[in-house]
């Protein structure tokens, strides 16, 4: 069972288009974390969320996680294809040590 | 950048044969990871170390064993490769003895069983 569900799977956009994407569960999640990664390299974290409602900002990317602690997205303002990757989302459930991860979404932005 | 590393970083090897993939971190973080990547499947857990001499079974452990003897050094051993185990292998650590923390990722070791 895929505790977190990560839409779309593959997103390919030209430059300077809007995006979001999303990564929902029907648990609750302590805190979800976004990572990206490239092709080759292991995953670098973007942002940690923790709280019900919060909203992050990292230049051109915004991070949201639901009210209820089940969902998060992410929505990238004028992508560039410096933004291309694998983003990942994972989520940690009340004191695990271990982290839940999505599938992913293969995010292409065209020059 | 954290200090992780993975060695080897390729490997090829025939079915059946013993395998055991390294990671090394100078962060000293207490928490080790050892995760597949597949296509379709996502990153998946196998094991994990919350110390020394102390680790625990992920979702996908069968056919995988772990070592770890220093606080630096976290070991996988796949004790009889199959070409089902052929797969991205990456390292993570992390420091929080409160929980998941941030996760910093090796390099990756891309293992391919013939």
């Known amino acids: 069972t895929q505790l977190l569900e990560q839409s779309p799977q593959f997103l390919s956009i030209q430059e300077g288009e809007n995006l979001t994407v999303y990564c929902n569960s029907s648990?609750?999640?302590?805190?979800l974390q976004w990572y990206r990664q490239e092709p080759g390299e292991g995953p670098v974290l973007l942002v940690t969320v923790v709280t019900g409602g919060e909203v992050k900002k990292l230049k051109r990317l915004t991070f949201q996680f639901g009210d209820a602690r089940k969902d998060s997205s992410l929505h990238i303002t004028a992508a560039q294809p410096g933004d291309t990757g694998l983003y990942l989302c994972a989520g940690a459930q009340g004191g695990s040590e271990k982290l839940v991860f999505g599938k992913g979404t293969k995010l292409t932005v065209n020059p | 950048d954290a200090g992780i590393t993975q060695s080897p970083r390729h490997k090829v090897t025939e079915t059946g044969t013993p395998v055991t993939l390294r990671c090394h971190q100078t962060?000293?973080?207490?928490?080790m990871y050892w995760y597949r990547q597949d296509p379709g499947h996502g990153l998946r857990l196998i094991h994990y170390?919350?110390?020394?001499?102390?680790?625990d079974k992920g979702e996908v452990s069968d056919g995988y064993s772990v070592s770890r003897s220093k606080t630096e050094d976290f070991l996988l051993t796949l004790e009889s490769a199959t070409s089902s185990q052929t797969s991205v292998y990456f390292c993570a650590i992390s420091e929080s003895y409160k929980g998941p923390d941030t996760q910093y990722f090796g390099p990756g070791t891309r293992l391919t069983v013939l």
């Open positions: 170390s919350y110390g020394v001499k102390d680790t």
């Open positions: 648990s609750v999640f302590s805190s």
């Open positions: 962060e000293n973080h207490r928490y």
